[in-house]
């Protein structure tokens, strides 16, 4: 069965300065991965996603993760926190091959301070 | 970009009543929505798999008699909680697949919250 570990339930940081999110998975064969954003009174927003393509994915607003399957992991990056990066962001796996059966981690509150 | 809208975004309703929220796919077709819950302070929970012109699916643990799917056409899929109790108190958000081949694309509504007096 495929899963996600959020290792943090809550990371602040200043701005300006970087944000690391950890996400570690587990899945019995090659995971599709996810990263949404949800901010207060807002749907989700994709972040990024991985299926099995460039192991360094690009996402928007900035942020990147790094598929490393030797470590399980998939942390989500971002150079330069800005204070409307405030908010939960959500490590995902698709379960199976239904890219719509999503398993969210359960969390990570982002808290950027001025 | 795509939208998925919900309706109602809030609902409160008395124990024992049943109360239905809508999931729609404003500017695009989808054949397969989800449904997720999700508790305050907890990670969202895939509860089933809605699919045009048939049956839902649902996951381990959900009562299907409990939260009726229906998704009676290419935009429209909804929930019905029967018999609404306390602990069915939740924020319930759907989601629409684009379908773009393997790699079909996922979008979400903004959420529909349920407090039962």
């Known amino acids: 069965a495929q899963s996600v570990t959020q290792l943090d339930s809550h990371v602040s940081v200043s701005e300006g300065t970087p944000v690391l999110l950890r996400c570690n998975y587990s899945s019995s064969y090659s995971p599709s991965l996810f990263w949404y954003v949800q901010h207060p009174n807002k749907g989700l927003q994709l972040l990024l996603k991985?299926?099995?393509?460039?192991?360094l994915v690009k996402g928007i607003n900035g942020f990147e993760a790094e598929f490393k399957k030797s470590e399980t992991s998939f942390h989500l990056t971002k150079p330069s926190a800005h204070m409307s990066d405030a908010a939960e962001y959500f490590c995902?796996?698709?379960?199976?091959?239904?890219?719509?059966?999503?398993?969210f981690g359960r969390g990570t509150q982002l808290t950027v301070w001025p | 970009g795509a939208v998925v809208s919900q309706h109602p975004s809030r609902v409160i309703c008395k124990s024992g009543t049943s109360v239905k929220i809508e999931c729609r796919s404003l500017?695009?077709?989808?054949?397969?929505m989800f449904w997720y819950r999700q508790f305050p302070k907890q990670s969202l929970m895939l509860m089933a798999t809605?699919?045009?012109?048939?049956?839902?699916?649902?996951e381990q643990g959900v009562e299907k008699d409990k939260f009726l799917i229906n998704h009676a056409s290419l935009t429209l899929s909804t929930l019905t909680v029967t018999s609404a109790h306390p602990e069915d108190s939740s924020f319930y958000i759907c989601?629409?697949?684009?379908?773009?081949?393997?790699?079909?694309?996922?979008?979400f509504g903004e959420g529909s919250r349920l407090t039962v007096l």
């Open positions: 989601s629409a697949m684009l379908d773009r081949g393997y790699t079909g694309e996922l979008f």
């Open positions: 995902v796996v698709a379960r199976g091959s239904t890219l719509g059966r999503l398993y």
């Open positions: 500017d695009f077709q989808a054949t397969t």
């Open positions: 809605s699919n045009e012109g048939s049956k839902a699916t649902y």
């Open positions: 991985y299926t099995s393509a460039a192991t």
